[in-house]
T-cell receptor, first 115, second 115 residues
Framework: AQSVTQLGSHVSVSEGALVLLRCNYS??????LFWYVQYPNQGLQLLLK??????LVKGINGFEAEFKKSETSFHLTKPSAHMSDAAEYFC?????????????FGKGITLSVRP | DGGITQSPKYLFRKEGQNVTLSCEQN?????MYWYRQDPGQGLRLIYY???????QKGDIAEGYSVSREKKESFPLTVTSAQKNPTAFYLC??????????????FGAGSRLTVL
């Protein structure tokens, strides 16, 4: 069984500061890893994904994440926070693709950005 | 533009009433999913369907029912048996490609409030 742990429910940073959102996973097979973002009262939007190959993955809006197998982690970072980054962020893990592949989501982290 | 349309956006229901949430996609995706979102609990899978006229229970199927009579449509009925139906409901879809990652496309969600 797969699982995702996102420690803490809320992160607050100042505008221009580094954003670091942590994600640890558990998977019995090589994982596919994802970060999604959700703005208030909207659906989820894919930020970035790791499948195979390069472990540093770049996504939209200046975000990136690094897959570290030894640490079973996939932390999301952005060098400089913008006010528009305020949202809820979900990490997810999936089996390798196939008809029965399903996503397992973490509980999400709310990012606040202070002026 | 292709996407997923969920309706209604907001819905109020009296206790003891069934209610149906609509989900329509024009992405030609094979698989469709229903998730429930509660604050601090992330996304939990209710039902999913990989092909027309077939669907499977997710982690929290009790009190819900679905149908998949057309590839484009996957309505969710919240029945009176669901003890705590007030939540944000998200519909998602994906193409079943063995070479592709398990990337979901989400609708904008439906917020159900039981009065």
């Amino acid at each position: 069984a797969q699982s995702v742990t996102q420690l803490g429910s809320h992160v607050s940073v100042s505008e221009g500061a580094l954003v670091l959102l942590r994600c640890n996973y558990s998977s019995s097979v090589p994982p596919y890893l994802f970060w999604y973002v959700q703005y208030p009262n909207q659906g989820l939007q894919l930020l970035l994904k790791y499948t195979t190959g390069a472990t540093l993955v770049k996504g939209i809006n200046g975000f990136e994440a690094e897959f570290k197998k030894s640490e079973t982690s996939f932390h999301l970072t952005k060098p400089s926070a913008h006010m528009s980054d305020a949202a809820e962020y979900f990490c997810a893990v999936s089996d390798p693709p196939g008809a029965n592949s399903k996503l397992t989501f973490g509980k999400g982290i709310t990012l606040s950005v202070r002026p | 533009d292709g996407g997923i349309t969920q309706s209604p956006k907001y819905l109020f229901r009296k206790e003891g009433q069934n209610v149906t949430l609509s989900c329509e996609q024009n992405l030609n995706h094979d698989a469709m999913y229903w998730y429930r979102q509660d604050p601090g609990q992330g996304l939990r899978l209710i039902y999913y369907s990989q092909i027309v006229n077939d669907f499977q229970k997710g982690d929290i199927a009790e009190g819900y029912s679905v149908s998949r009579e057309k590839k484009e449509s996957f309505p969710l009925t919240v029945t009176s048996a669901q003890k705590n139906p007030t939540a944000f409901y998200l519909c998602a879809s994906r193409a079943l490609q063995s070479s592709g990652a398990n990337v979901l496309t989400f609708g904008a969600g439906s917020r159900l409030t039981v009065l």
